[in-house]
Each structure stands twice: as C-alpha cells, then as structure tokens.
C-alpha cells in the first residue's frame, strides 16, 4: 500500500473511532442529564467554545506543532470529555466541554490541511492532477468517517437496551412529551428514568477507550508532515495572536460572507434540536434511552446518502432547487413535531422524522461548503458539520489548486 493511502487510511479510522465515541454521547447529554439542564449546558458550551476556537487556535497550533500533533493534542480533548461524563457535575461537564471546544477547530482544520498536502504532494510524484487526488482523498476520509453515526448510536442502544428504563407508561405522562416537555425544568416534568450508573459506566468506558485508541493510532502511525522551508531557512514569520484574531474579523468586511453566516448559523441550530430537544422529548420520554441511539442511526445512515445523492444531482437541479427542498422538509418536521404527541404505539414515526431530519441535513451540510468555498476572497477551512470556520486556514479546494512542493511541503522520515 503506497505510503499516502496508508496515512489516509489513518486519519479516517482515527477519527472513526473519536467519532463514534463523541456522536453518541452527544446524543445522550440531554437524556442522560436532565436536572438543571446540565446536559443541553454542556452541549451548549462545547459549541460555544469551538466558535472561540476558530477565530486564533487553529493556524497558530498548526504552525507550532504540525498537522499531525495538532490532530494527537486535540482528539486528548475529546477523551477528556469522555472521562468528564464518568462524574458528571456541573464542575465535570462545563469544564471539559470547554476543553472539547478549543480541540474542536484545531481538530478539523489540522486535518484539512493535513489531507490537502498529503494529496496534492503525491500528485506531483505520481504526475496526477493535485486537485483530483486531494478530493480523492476526502471522499475517503468522508465514506469512513461518515459511519461513526452508525456505530456511537448502535452501541448506546445495545448498552441501555440490556436493562430498558421503559416499561408502560400511562398515558397523563405521555402528555408531557413532545412539545410539552419542559427542557430546562429542574425536575423531569415526564416519567423518564435513567439508566443504572452500571450501564452508563460500561457505556463511557467503551466510548473512552474508542477515543483512546483513536489517540494511539494516530500518534503511533500517522507520518508528520513539515513544512520544509519554515524549518530550515526561517523565512517565513509565525504570525502572531493578535493578527491572527485581526484578520479573521476582518473577513467580516465581505458583505457576502455576513449574509453566508446565516447559513451555518441555522445549521447549528437545527442540530442543535435534534441531539438536544428531539432526544430527549421525543424519543427518551416516550420510548426510553435505549431506543435513542436506533433513532439517531436512521438520521446519521439518512444523512450519509442523501449528501452522495445531493453533491451528484446539484449540478442537474442547481443549489437553489435543494436549499428550498432542505427548507421545506424543515419546516413541515417542525409544524408535525409542534402539533404530534408522541406515543410508543407509533413507533415508525419517531424513526420518519429522524430519516427527512437527515435529509434535510444532508442539503446544509453539501451546499455551505460548496457555497461558501465558490465565493472569491473568503478563505475558510470548513467543518464538515456547521460547514464554515471563520479563520484564515485555505480549503481543500482551494489548495487542491496549488502544489504541495510549491508550498515548501513534504513528508518526514
């Protein structure tokens, strides 16, 4: 096997298994967490903390440690997470959801770059198009990683769904499902139970020591990449903090990119909605934990294909003909959820609203990226899930155009 596949190889599966532990954690902190809303406060600081993140930490880690430390250092946040939930307190939680978040754009932006220069460096040996084999090498990466919504979920029900904390519920308690359900009550305004601590510690501790593995395998077999010229001449100057924060508010200039925020903004909060509100409402109240990772596979498997299907027909139906099909099946969902009282009798329902939330997904996720990378003058390194970061890291596209050696670029001994 050719030495840049292997290291693809590497980076898929690391973050394959990172992923697969965090997606179906996620998806638990507000049906695991429910007083004080502490889950939904979590989740919400994790968010809060990678917008901080992508203004300065990625460009200025990349620069001191390389794509391949930056990658090691910022999955160890995400262990960090991992053990926080072992002990969860609002002294656990917030602290290593804040450590989640500054790892979260360092994370992704290391990994761009790290694809893009390992693609466009064996381009120029192999006397192939860099452009070609760098969205080879995402495709890749996107086919493994995308699979870890399966695997987190499928684990979490196996888990809960030894010992359900649902039996028969009456139907007065069904009442406060749905859209009654109070989301930052104090007390669980339905009659949901939690799961024993005994599952829950089985649980973190196959997640824990998914996302561990994750760390060994990349530290252990992930070839570093340097940039040669940085190295030996000096020629280039590490920017410092100030001017990295400076010019990542200055690309708020571009009047089209303040109307492209709307974008990812609304894509978070749908998100948002669906790990957080539909989880725990919907599914937990009125089907039991064990039931949620069944669901949320549905959303992730729906997600997958619609986003193959969408990136081969938008050149046939245009971005505007799937932004009005995203659009319409968000707000239908939203008007069915607002008005339907969830009961465990419609069963198929709670998975039919999971399935068109990922397909509606599947458009954000497919048109940002594409939308945001073929507008000139807006350098981004997009996360595959709010589909922008906002902080001078080129593209792969954007770098697909340029040569790895050109860059002063090449593969460590």
């Known amino acids: 096997m050719e030495s840049s596949l292997k290291n693809v190889l590497v980076v898929s599966f690391g973050f394959l298994l990172l992923f697969t532990a965090f997606g179906g954690l996620q998806n638990l902190q507000s049906s695991l967490y429910r007083e004080e809303g502490l889950g939904v406060a979590a989740l919400s600081t994790i968010y809060g903390a990678v917008l901080v993140s992508s203004m300065f930490l990625p460009s200025v880690l990349i620069k001191k440690l390389g794509c391949k430390w930056s990658i090691v250092i910022s999955m160890c946040c995400y262990v960090a ?15 290593t959801s804040i450590m989640l978040g500054l790892g979260a754009a360092p994370l992704w932006s290391a990994h ?40 987190g979920n499928l684990i979490s029900s196996l888990v809960f769904g030894q010992k359900p904390t649902q039996g028969a519920i009456p139907e ?65 100057k590490s920017s410092s903090f100030w001017s990295t924060l400076l010019s990542t508010f200055k690309l708020l200039r571009d009047k089209r990119l303040c109307l492209l925020i709307l974008l990812p903004v609304y894509s978070g909060f749908q998100q948002a909605f669906l790990s957080g509100d539909y989880t725990r409402s919907y599914v937990t109240c009125a089907l039991g934990i064990q039931f949620v990772g069944y669901v949320m596979i549905s959303f992730s498997a729906t997600n997958a294909l619609c986003s193959v299907l969408y990136g081969k027909i938008s050149q046939y139906t245009g971005r505007i003909a799937l932004y009005m099909l995203g659009t319409g ?23 039919v609203f999971s399935g068109l939330w990922g397909m509606a997904d599947a458009v954000w996720q497919t048109q940002n990226n594409a939308q945001i990378r073929l507008s000139d003058n807006l350098s981004t390194s997009p996360h595959p899930r709010t589909g922008v970061s906002f902080h001078p890291v080129p593209s792969p596209d954007d770098e697909a155009d340029k040569s790895g050696r050109e860059r002063g670029f090449s593969l460590s001994k």
């Open 172 to 236: 007065e308690n069904l009442l406060s499902c749905g859209a009654s359900d109070c989301l930052m009550a104090t007390a669980s305004t339905n009659s949901t139970q939690s799961p024993s601590q005994e599952l829950i510690y089985t649980l973190l501790g196959i997640y824990t020591g998914s996302g561990v593995l994750a760390v060994l395998l990349v530290a252990t077999f992930l070839q570093p990449i340097k940039d040669v010229q940085e190295k030996s001449k000096g020629e280039e």
């Open 81 to 95: 997470f991992s053990l926080g939930n072992f002990y969860a307190s609002w002294y656990t939680l917030i602290p």
């Open 329 to 351: 099946i968000h707000v239908s969902c939203v008007i069915a959820l607002l008005l339907w009282k969830p009961h465990p009798h419609q069963l198929a329902m709670f998975f």
């Open 112 to 151: 761009c770059t790290y694809l893009t220069i390992m693609g466009n460096t064996h381009a120029e040996e192999a006397g192939k198009i860099g452009k070609n084999v760098v969205n080879q090498y995402f495709g890749i990466f996107f086919l493994i990683f995308q699979s870890s919504g399966v695997w």
